[in-house]
């Protein structure tokens, strides 16, 4: 998978959608998982979904149902649309790379450098 780039980050405003984007450098392989993670200030890192990438199918915790989607495109990209943003979702937002769809961190071998979030009431 190489290196993974995440964009799409920012200001925003409460009730607002935001679409973070997570490119690999390299074809993603059928049998990874693709995580997303947030990590506010002060806080650990925190699971909002990962997506099986040959089958496309999607993991989301309870907290994520319902606003968080993940999809993809192509052989080494995927987003997370994040819809009616709160300023509780202000942080970095990472991808990586793992081979199951844990909630578990140190269980994705490969991360991204993250990109910043910040929504305003």
């Known amino acids: 998978q190489g290196q993974l780039t995440e964009s799409g980050g920012g200001l925003a405003q409460a009730g607002d959608s935001l679409r973070l984007s997570c490119a690999a450098s390299s074809r993603i392989y059928s049998s990874h998982v693709i995580g997303w993670f947030r990590q506010g200030p002060g806080k650990e890192r925190e699971y909002v979904g990962s997506?099986?990438?040959?089958?496309?199918?999607t993991y989301y915790p309870d907290s994520a149902k319902g606003r968080f989607t993940i999809s993809k495109d192509g052989p080494n990209t995927v987003y997370l649309q994040i819809n009616a943003l709160e300023p509780e979702d202000s942080g970095v937002y990472f991808c990586a790379v793992g081979t199951s769809p844990s909630s578990v961190a140190s269980e994705y071998f490969r991360w991204g450098q993250g990109t910043q979030v910040t929504v305003s009431s």
């Open positions: 997506m099986r990438w040959g089958r496309g199918s």
